[in-house]
């Protein structure tokens, strides 16, 4: 039987995400108790923990044949049960509509600074997945952040696009250093992410200016 169609199931409490997260990421990163489940960054800036949800992948045109693939995707199609925007909790699902309920969405563990959604999500062919982090920073703050993608990604903070880049190719250290400026207090950083063809990963990192990780930035962990 699939979730209930108000809100998708709770996939770990959010005090056991954060044992499994220092667990796999060692004693550089550390949490921040009391309060709402908090992260800091591990050593060399990386993220540790996301909500992902997905794949979304087009439908097959009436009467195509089993063996054939739906329609070709690009970064900003919405395919039948993908939310509008990301969803930054575990278990909200967009407006209401089941659809969503009955896709992938968990809070994954970036283990070795690393989600494999090939392996995670398990896509047919072409898909399109979210990823979603949720920072609070102390004070403003300005650096960047750095991906590791493939293939495609565009990347929304707080729903504002400020960065879009779609096109096949193999995974790569920080292959994006895209420019982050935040005022203090809590944003929301959510990626799009296409999948061509081949491997599906993704890995973050957070620098300050200088290219090191930042004091006073956290993630929370999700509930």
Not at 22 to 30: F, V
């Amino acid at each position: 039987m699939g979730p209930p169609p108000s809100r998708c199931r709770r996939s770990a409490g959010a005090w056991l995400v954060l044992a499994g997260v220092l667990g796999a990421l060692g004693p550089s990163a550390e949490a921040s108790p009391p309060g709402p489940g908090v992260l800091g960054l591990a050593e060399d800036g990386r993220v540790g923990v996301f909500v992902v949800s997905g794949p979304y992948e087009a439908r097959k045109p009436t009467g195509a044949p089993a063996t054939s693939t739906g329609a070709k995707l690009a970064l900003g199609d919405r395919p039948s049960g993908m939310p509008p925007l990301a969803l930054s909790e575990a278990l909200v699902c967009a407006g209401g509509d089941p659809d969503p309920c009955s896709r992938r969405t968990t809070v994954e563990i970036a283990r070795s600074g690393v989600v494999d959604l090939k392996e995670r999500l398990a896509p047919r062919g072409e898909a399109l997945a979210y990823a979603t982090f949720t920072l609070r920073t102390e004070r403003d703050f300005r650096g960047f952040l750095l991906l590791s993608v493939d293939d495609g990604v565009r990347v929304s903070v707080d729903g504002k696009v400020i960065h879009s880049r779609d096109e096949g190719r193999p995974p790569r250290d920080d292959d994006d250093a895209v420019p982050l400026s935040l005022s203090a207090g809590r944003h929301v950083v959510s990626l799009e992410l296409h999948q061509h063809d081949g491997p599906w990963q993704v890995a973050a990192r957070i620098v300050d200016d200088g290219l090191a990780r930042p004091t006073g930035l956290v993630v929370e962990v999700p509930s």
